[in-house]
T-cell receptor, first 113, second 110 residues
Framework: AAGVIQSPRHLIKEKRETATLKCYPIPRHDTVYWYQQGPGQDPQFLISFYEKMQSDKGSIPDRFSAQQFSDYHSELNMSSLELGDSALYFCASSVWTGKDTQYFGPGTRLTVL | KNEVEQSPQNLTAQEGEFITINCSYS?????LHWLQQHPGGGIVSLFM???GKKKHGRLIATINIQEKHSSLHITASHPRDSAVYIC????????????FGTGTRLTIIP
């Protein structure tokens, strides 16, 4: 069965650079969630989208932005990267009805040097 | 106080033992999720519960809505069960952003 795809899987950037993370949800899933997991920390909700509209926003820095496209894939854009942005970024997808679980992608490990 | 608390934080057991991991939450929820995270980092959804009990293979999850408590049980544990098990709650049906517990690191010794 198709799973959530994230790219790239690993990314190394310098401070003050920009990064773009991509998430391709499971086919027919209309909702995408982004989570950030710092080293040794719990995942924290960043932002979610339903039908290409932002549905909720968590602790996402102003330097980050995200969107969901017509094919339901989503991109997380991160600018002016800081050392503290080094983390594992997960994308999850689901169907909006909420009667099914979220399916997580493998994550993108971002390292900021 | 975290909205979602798990116990124990770390658990080491011998292969074959029956494992129980507990999760307590302090807010009203729409559903509770049990997730598994392996050392490589990937997260796998094990169960989503809003009431009662679910079973999948050697894994059993229960939830008591009145007591705001859930348990994950593993029967006949195996070294491949070694992972971090995370309890997470969703607050709104449809918009199910998750709030995560701190996780339980399980190690099964052969």
């Amino acid at each position: 069965a198709a799973g959530v795809i994230q790219s790239p899987r690993h990314l190394i950037k310098e401070k003050r650079e920009t990064a773009t993370l991509k998430c391709y949800p499971i086919p027919r899933h209309d909702t995408v969630y982004w989570y950030q997991q710092g080293p040794g920390q719990d995942p924290q909700f960043l932002i979610s989208f339903y039908e290409k509209m932002q549905s909720d926003k968590g602790s996402i820095p102003d330097r980050f932005s995200a969107q969901q496209f017509s094919d339901y894939h989503s991109e997380l854009n991160m600018s002016s990267l800081e050392l503290g942005d080094s983390a594992l970024y997960f994308c999850a997808s689901s169907v909006w009805t909420g009667k099914d679980t979220q399916y997580f992608g493998p994550g993108t490990r971002l390292t900021v040097l | 106080k975290n909205e979602v608390e798990q116990s124990p934080q770390n658990l080491t057991a011998q292969e074959g033992e029956f494992i129980t991991i507990n999760c307590s939450y302090s807010v009203g929820i729409s559903a509770l999720h049990w997730l598994q995270q392996h050392p490589g980092g990937g997260i796998v959804s094990l169960f989503m519960l809003s009431s009662g009990k679910k079973k999948h293979g050697r894994l059993i999850a229960t939830i008591n809505i009145q007591e705001k408590h859930s348990s994950l049980h593993i029967t006949a544990s195996h070294p491949r069960d070694s992972a971090v098990y995370i309890c997470a709650v969703g607050l709104n049906f449809g918009n199910e952003k998750l709030t995560f517990g701190t996780g339980t690191r399980l190690t099964i010794i052969p």
